[in-house]
């Protein structure tokens, strides 16, 4: 199974988005995919509930922390014949939550929306995984997705320069676009939606899918150059036990 953890500490982000999208070009190609919901608001799972029932099947796992007795381990079950779980993360995670989301992924995917604000918490985001101080290594894949790209705002200098100063991909530029809604609003994914509307966001969309389910593979960057993958990064997660 492969763990794809959708992280950014910002609400509004595109997380949800990126799950739901990512679920979807799964559920497509008929690989058993399960999305996991660490967020109390539950958006990937209404959006599941949304899910006509004739399409692939997506499985729904709850790992939201639970009010009064219920219980989270149940509801947190992943089918055993999984092969890609997503887990959608709660904005401002931190704290054992945050260790439980990292030590579950192989890969996590950061989606950062276009403001000056965003890009800086970021960062500083990306900075404090990186060097989380004394704590077991693991190495996880880190890519991330600018979304929400206006057009009269194509490129995010400031966040291509970080990633640039760390090797790490600028996976796919997302524009800003209704057919992201329209799809929440359907229970549908990009990847299920009629192609004649959706066609230029999943062109966007499929380095995204391709970097989850190759860890080997090359990358083709937004800007159509094929770009070296850097050596795994070594991501410092868990807890010091000393
Ligand atoms: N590329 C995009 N274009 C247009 N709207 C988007 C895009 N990405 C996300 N949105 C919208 O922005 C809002 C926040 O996105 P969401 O994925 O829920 O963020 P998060 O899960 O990080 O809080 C939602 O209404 C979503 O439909
Ligand atoms: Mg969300």
């Known amino acids: 199974m492969n763990t ?37 608001q539950g958006s990937s799972l209404n959006w599941l509930r949304l899910r006509d029932s004739s399409r692939n099947r997506i499985y729904a796992a709850n790992a939201a922390p639970q009010r009064g007795n219920r219980l989270r381990g149940i509801e947190m079950h992943v089918p055993a014949d999984t092969r890609q779980l997503i887990i959608d993360a709660p904005a401002g995670t931190s704290g054992l939550l945050l260790q439980e989301m990292l030590a579950r992924a192989d ?58 100063s760390l090797n790490m991909p600028l996976l796919s530029r997302l524009r800003d676009s209704d057919v ?37 593979s090359q990358l083709i960057a937004a800007d159509r150059k094929i770009v070296q993958l850097p050596t795994r990064l070594r991501l410092l997660a868990g807890v010091a036990s000393n």
């Open 107 to 164: 890969c996590i995917v950061v989606p950062v929306a276009p403001s000056a604000m965003d890009i800086h918490a970021t960062a500083n985001f990306i900075r404090d995984l990186l060097v989380g101080g004394r704590i077991r290594m693991r190495n996880i894949r880190l890519g991330v997705v600018a979304n929400k790209v206006r057009n009269s705002m194509p490129t995010y200098e400031p966040l291509e320069r970080f990633l640039k």
């Open 4 to 40: 794809t953890l959708v992280l950014n500490p910002k609400g509004g982000s595109g997380k949800t988005t990126v799950t739901t999208s990512l679920a979807s070009y799964f559920a497509a190609r008929a690989v058993p995919v399960t999305v996991m919901d660490y967020d109390p």
């Open 180 to 216: 992201y809604l329209k799809a929440v609003e359907s229970g549908v994914g990009l990847f299920e939606m009629d192609e004649a509307i959706s066609a230029a966001e999943r062109e966007q969309f499929l380095p995204i899918s391709q970097w989850v389910e190759n860890p080997q």
